[in-house]
């Protein structure tokens, strides 16, 4: 008759998963000592039956709770050995870096987020990659139009599953169309978002920056809910009065079009006394085209809007009298450490 506790004592003695699953498997798997057990039982006599068929469902019982037991002892037992092993050591010393600091940028397009959520604009982020038709044509910009040129645009090497050419976005217009198809009029809307541009780089311009993009749609939109709410926008992300000029622009995507500069000024921290002032371009603006407005679907007799692209990393130069915009991205700690 089988031997359980023999089977028991061999359990005790197991030190890992491998030798558990093959005393398992001698005793309690398909080939079982246990299963057979109970078939030899068929030889037996009804006395005898009953007498071994008690003791093997104890015993089987038995086998189980220790096979359990086991089970979870050596698995927390191996847990702990690689944590154990992949300990870090707290007691490394410090790293003489003070890694983490303000960005600047970042704080202000999140208060700028902030600031339109509380005005009840919608906020969405689109993607960085995208068609030629969203950046471009979406916008009424034809793709004969020179800024659809290698000078301009940053082509990706792959192209969409209708083979279309992909480029990084060179403005968060490229998000109007879309949006205005998602959300349907009316609409108040922004997109803020990394744009990029091959461009020549100086203090005012980067080839990769952050822009805010703005679309309201309703009936009887006019330029000058387009102003005010510019305006009610610009104060409060600068958080200071700037002085602010608003003049005529093109853009193929609005008419009537305008920008709108703001006094820049450049303070010496040690002297207070001003080391610059001129205008600088903030951001473009003006009632959305109606071509612009029947390619997403909408009525242009119907509804109006308008529609704004703030560079955000122009803003934040402006707001904290910072002189060069690349210092933003660069990663030059003598920068980035002291905010
Ligand atoms: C545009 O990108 C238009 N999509 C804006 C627009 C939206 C007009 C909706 C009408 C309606 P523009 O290229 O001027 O326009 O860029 C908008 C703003 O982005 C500029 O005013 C400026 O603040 C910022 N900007 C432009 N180029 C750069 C650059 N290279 N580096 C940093 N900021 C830039």
Not at 12 to 38: D, H, M, N, P, R
Not at 150 to 161: G, H, R, S
Not at 304 to 333: P, Q
Request: hydrophobic share 40%; charged share 30%; glycine share 4%.
């Amino acid at each position: 008759m089988f031997d359980y506790k023999w089977a028991l004592k061999e359990l005790e003695t197991i030190q890992t998963l491998e030798q558990l699953e093959e005393v398992f498997q001698k005793y309690l798997g398909k080939q079982w000592s246990l299963t057979l057990a109970f078939k030899e039982m068929a030889s037996l006599s009804p006395e005898e039956k009953k007498e071994a068929g008690k003791t093997l469902s104890e015993a089987k019982t038995l086998l189980n709770e220790a096979y359990e037991a086991k089970l979870q002892e050596l698995s927390i037992y191996q847990i702990n050995e690689s944590l154990n092993k992949d300990l870090v050591d707290f007691s490394l010393e410090k790293s003489p870096y003070n890694i983490w600091h303000r960005s600047l940028l970042a704080e202000v397009r999140r208060e700028a987020e902030e600031v339109c959520k509380s005005m009840w604009f919608i906020i969405e982020y689109g993607t960085d990659v995208v068609t030629k038709f969203e950046n471009f044509e979406s916008v009424n910009i034809p793709l004969s139009h020179p800024a659809t040129e290698m000078q301009d645009t940053i082509y990706l090497k792959e192209t969409d599953p209708r083979g279309e050419p992909l480029i990084l976005r060179t403005q968060t217009s490229s998000m109007q169309n879309f949006m205005i198809k998602k959300y349907g009029v009316p609409l108040k809307a922004v997109v803020p978002g990394k744009v990029y541009r091959y461009e020549n780089m100086d203090a005012t311009h980067d080839t990769m920056f952050y822009q805010l993009e703005g679309i309201v749609v309703d009936k009887w939109v006019t330029i000058a809910h387009a102003k005010h709410m510019i305006e009610k926008l610009l104060s409060a992300i600068l958080k200071k009065d700037v002085e602010t000029r608003m003049r005529p622009w093109y853009f193929p995507f609005v008419e009537p079009w305008f920008e709108i500069d703001a006094r820049y000024e450049i303070t010496d921290p040690k002297t207070g006394k001003k080391t610059m002032s001129k205008w600088m371009e903030l951001l473009g603006a003006g009632m959305i085209h109606p071509k612009v407005l029947e390619m997403a679907g909408v009525d242009p007799k119907e509804y109006s809007g308008f529609a704004f692209g703030m560079g955000l990393s122009r803003l934040a130069a402006v707001r904290y009298g910072i002189k060069d915009i690349r210092y933003f991205t660069n990663g030059d700690l003598r920068f980035a450490q002291s905010f």
